[in-house]
């Protein structure tokens, strides 16, 4: 079982305080299942980033198993690590797809549990799902300290392969920030440039903008990912939910990060 790292950190440590601080990052959003196939999720403290979030799980469908990409922060483990545990919140346990895990093996994923273990990207989406459908699906969490493009598409291709051998009706969700720590005006034109070529799902785009602009999102891995994914199994447009930094919420505007809600359809 994969204990939570950061309950107590990046949300609220007690199921009652994290079910009201989700609440919080609900409130005023209809919830609707849509036709999405992927979506992009910031993954800061929910405080700064939560209402963000929600925004792309308000239209999330349900889902058998959700896929969720998050970027390596601490460089423990293998550079493109799947854990097969099961995973534990406040708001309790939820399943590895194991039969998932098993089609990976033998691919460019490594199952490996070092990379997870302190690692928040992946962990502060989970509550999120519970909150959207309680304890009725899955997920299959990838861990890439790898990011480069050719890795990125082929861990996204072989995750959407699998999908499709087993029948399983999926969503692939990528946990990113997007500009960090620098002045408001500086990371609305770095991020801008990035969403446009998210939402025209160009991956080479995406990549040649990051270098153009010198982007600091961190997990732009798991976005190709993600896009790679969605794009096997048919998704064709991207619609942008919700873009903000953490000024808006901190009134500190010389030095933010950027949070975005895309969902893939």
């Not at 087993?166 to 440039?193: C, M």
């Not at 991956?203 to 732009?220: D, L």
């Not at 048919?234 to 939910?241: D, F, M, R, V």
Request: hydrophobic fraction near 40%.
């Amino acid at each position: 079982m994969r204990q939570p790292t950061v309950a107590g950190q990046f949300y609220p440590l007690t199921p009652h305080s994290l079910k009201k601080e989700l609440r919080r990052c609900f409130r005023g959003l209809e919830l609707k299942e849509t036709s999405a196939k992927g979506a992009v999720v910031p993954h800061a403290g929910y405080v700064y980033s939560g209402t963000v979030a929600a925004n792309s799980y308000s239209r999330l469908p349900k889902a058998d198993t959700f896929v969720i990409f998050g970027p390596n922060h601490t460089g423990y483990g293998s550079p493109v690590a799947l854990s097969c545990d099961n995973w534990s919140t406040p708001l309790g346990d939820v399943a590895n797809d194991s039969e998932f895990c098993k089609k990976l093996a033998g691919s460019i994923v490594d199952m490996d549990e070092i990379a997870h273990r302190y690692e928040h990207s992946i962990e502060v989406q989970i509550p999120f799902l519970q909150y959207r459908f309680g304890s009725d699906f899955k997920i299959v969490p990838i861990c890439l300290g790898m990011q480069d493009m050719d890795t990125a598409m082929e861990v996204g291709r072989e995750v959407a392969k699998a999908a499709k051998e087993l029948g399983r009706n999926v969503v692939f969700i990528a946990s990113s920030d997007f500009t960090h720590y620098e002045p408001q005006e500086v990371a609305l034109e770095k991020d801008e440039a990035l969403i446009e070529a998210i939402l025209e799902m160009d991956i080479e785009e995406f990549y040649k903008r990051i270098v153009e602009v010198n982007a600091s999102a961190c997990g732009y891995g798991p976005i190709a990912a993600m896009l790679a994914a969605s794009k096997e199994m048919g998704a064709t447009s991207a619609e942008l939910l919700k873009y903000a930094t953490s000024g808006d919420v901190s009134g500190d505007y010389s030095a933010v990060v950027g949070y975005a809600a895309i969902v893939i359809h």
